[in-house]
């Protein structure tokens, strides 16, 4: 799926929000067209969220912001 329109898409399913945050949910890695285990946050003010990937032993997290 590398290059390929984003639209319409399904970057993020099966989050469920529990204990203040949404988790057991999983992201599309674009790249390898794979989903991985994830969790979102709310930070800065509720102004955006921190999603976590886990691969394994390993995490990764991003921050994104609601563009104006």
């Not at 390898?32 to 691969?55: D, I, T």
């Amino acid at each position: 799926p590398k290059n390929q329109e984003f639209v319409g898409k399904i970057l993020l399913k099966n989050l469920v929000f529990e204990k203040g945050f949404w988790q057991k949910g999983e992201v599309l890695d674009p790249d390898s067209g794979k989903f991985y285990p994830c969790e979102l946050r709310l930070v800065n003010q509720n102004k955006g969220l921190r999603l976590k990937a886990y691969w394994g032993l390993l995490s990764f997290s991003e921050d994104w912001t609601k563009i104006k």
